[in-house]
């Protein structure tokens, strides 16, 4: 289709204006999985896309092409082009340059894995010098733990670990666990299969 001018629709284009709002992102995403790599589609919205633009960003990251077209009728026009069969592996953060910048007393999740379609869950957790998390047992699920900067102690049900930058700690699911960071703080990371039913609030699972 040319992108000037009257374009002539395909079967590919999707016009979502008479969809709810709540509604019209996952339509969105359903065409869009049904393009060949290479396909292209126009979305047709009355409303400024820019939240789609973002959430094509998180999830298809250098694997989606978006250009805008004309505006006619009062629609907004993006052409969307397959460029890759899957979201493409890429950096989501740099643990270094994160530890550095997170201050010493900050506690709680300070970066998590955010791409909706994903089948792993994980998190960095900061704890401050002294701060602990509370004996508890464990999910319905195996969690993998590395250490990233700092030191502390696992306490297990039966005894006590220490720990320190570059171990790697596996949590059996069920398991009982308490973290209490050591003098110069602890940051770890966790890895885990993505929870059934995942409520994202303020305050993570620190795992």
């Not at 999707?14 to 339509?27: F, G, M, S, T, Y």
């Not at 629609?75 to 890759?84: P, Q």
Request: glycine share 8%; proline share 7%.
């Amino acid at each position: 289709m040319s992108d000037t001018g009257m374009q002539q629709p395909n079967a590919r284009d999707i016009d979502v204006r008479p969809l709810r709002p709540q509604h019209r992102h996952r339509a969105i995403f359903e065409a869009y999985e049904q393009l060949v790599t290479g396909e292209s589609m126009v979305v047709m919205t009355d409303q400024e896309p820019e939240g789609l633009r973002k959430e094509l960003d998180r999830e298809l990251a250098g694997a989606c092409r978006w250009k805008p077209l004309p505006s006619a009728d009062d629609a907004y026009r993006v052409r969307l082009t397959k460029l890759a069969s899957t979201a493409l592996p890429r950096v989501v953060a740099n643990t270094r340059k994160l530890g550095e910048a997170t201050d010493p007393a900050t506690g709680g999740s300070i970066w998590r894995l955010e791409p909706g379609a994903r089948d792993l869950d994980s998190n960095i957790i900061a704890l401050p010098a002294g701060d602990e998390i509370a004996l508890h047992a464990g999910p319905s699920l195996d969690v993998l733990i590395l250490v990233l900067r700092g030191s502390g102690e696992l306490h297990t049900e039966l005894d006590v670990i220490a720990l320190q930058q570059g171990n790697l700690i596996w949590l059996p699911k069920y398991a009982q666990r308490r973290f209490v960071a050591g003098p110069d703080g602890m940051q770890y990371l966790t890895v885990h299969q993505r929870k059934p039913t995942l409520n994202i609030t303020a305050a993570p699972d620190r795992s």
